[in-house]
């Protein structure tokens, strides 16, 4: 008892709250992986029901394995290995394997390690922020949601609805009393989010005939309204966009990236919405005035 007692002491909640995160880490990653692919085998699924005969060929190709978070077992790409419990230890088994498959020393990506650290320190970090509380525990899930849409986004230009929608109604639900603002401030943060850059949107395809953003950009940003209030869009919008820019002409100028090559815009918005969860507050009352 007096173990567990020390335990709860609030200077080892967010090394608690730090471990937990590796784990949510290990398991983002699989979301990161995955559910970009199971988004594709549903939309293969829909084109053979509406495309192909039921019991053809191409109904049968397009009901492929079980596949989703759960199940399969995680493998090595290469060759096959299941990961056992030992090499999924976040972090520590990719520094004991030294970022290699144990079967076939095929390499394994730093992304892995990368997304339990960033996971593992958002959590220490909103429990050492808020304490352990309803605000902190929102700002974990906050956190790792944007960490999953961001590397998800970079890999295949994708927000999906599976996690921008859950994250903007809770947001709202959260906010019924006010967590991280209040309810009329979510609430109208959430349709400005949204119809801001759907303006931006049309007014660029008006312009130019071409679209300059996907509608996931406006879902994640209404969520971003709906967490943390209208207030804090400015201050969103105008990071991600100086942001955006500036590593958008980098790629440019120092890579083989070509203008009609698009540029992800989620990792921007998560970066910012993150940026303004923790730091708004202190950001707008000492820089915006000074802009002024």
Known sequence: ???????????????????????????????????????????????????????????????????NLVVPRSRCPSCGHGISALENIPVLSWLILRGKCSACAAPISARYPVVELAAGAAGAYAVWRYGFSLAALGAMAFCWVMIALAFIDLDTQLLPDDLTLPLLWGGLALNLDGTFAPLQSAVIGAIAGYLSLWLVYWAFKLATGKEGMGFGDFKLLAAIGAWLGWQALPLVILLSSVVGAAAGVSLMLFTKHGRDHPIPFGPYLAAAGLIALFWGAEITQRWLPLAG
Not at 39 to 60: D, I, V
């Open 1 to 67: 008892m007096d173990a567990l007692g020390g335990l709860a002491q609030p200077q080892f909640v967010p090394w608690i709250a730090a471990v937990l995160g590796l784990c949510i880490g290990s398991f983002l990653n699989v979301v990161i992986h995955r559910l970009p692919k199971m988004m594709e085998r549903e939309w293969r699924a829909q084109c053979a029901e509406l495309g192909a005969p039921a019991g053809s060929a191409e109904g049968a190709a397009a009901d492929p394995e079980r596949f």
